[in-house]
């Protein structure tokens, strides 16, 4: 499993021009599900990027969480996270999650996220969006379960 995850000042997703998620200081996170992930995976990556310390405090460090700033979140299902560009010039995605597993997993962030972020905004899983973000920073960090959770 990968989280994209960007500091933003504000975010939105729009699915056919229509408005669809948005939030103000928080995060955007482009998930990618692989084949192997699971609701376990899900829980210790849900932990991390919540628990992450990326805001500023008040003396300028990144020393505070989602929380002490009072962010929110906007889940966005991003299989191309997965691509792998080794060979040719065409990415392969045979390393992304089926769909019925991505859609689940990503159904599953979402829940578990709104038991502890009071706002947690959504893109359309399968859909083309339209996404905008005033990266915060900029200041974008990846979280990999192979390379976090592997050790």
């Known amino acids: 499993m990968k989280f ?3 500091r933003v000042a504000n975010a939105s997703v729009k699915v056919e021009g229509d408005l669809i998620g948005q939030i103000d200081q928080g995060y955007l996170v ?9 609701r376990e995976t899900a829980d210790k990556m849900i932990k991390k990027m919540i628990n992450l310390r ?7 460090k990144t020393n505070l969480a989602l929380k002490d700033v009072g ?3 906007l889940l966005v299902s991003q299989f191309t996270l997965y691509a792998d560009c080794r060979k040719g010039n065409r990415p392969s995605f045979i390393r ?3 769909p019925t597993l991505a859609e689940e ?4 962030i979402i829940a578990e996220c709104k038991k502890q972020i009071p706002v947690v905004e959504t893109g359309s ?3 083309e969006m339209k996404v ?3 990266n915060d920073g900029p200041f974008t960090v990846i979280l990999d379960s192979e390379e976090l959770f592997s050790m």
């Open 54 to 60: 990326i805001f500023m405090d008040e003396n300028g």
């Open 71 to 73: 962010g929110e979140l």
């Open 132 to 134: 905008e973000l005033l």
């Open 4 to 6: 994209l995850i960007q």
């Open 30 to 38: 482009l998930i990618g599900v692989a084949e192997t992930d699971t």
């Open 96 to 98: 992304s999650g089926n």
């Open 105 to 108: 997993l990503y159904e599953y």
């Open 125 to 127: 899983f399968g859909t």
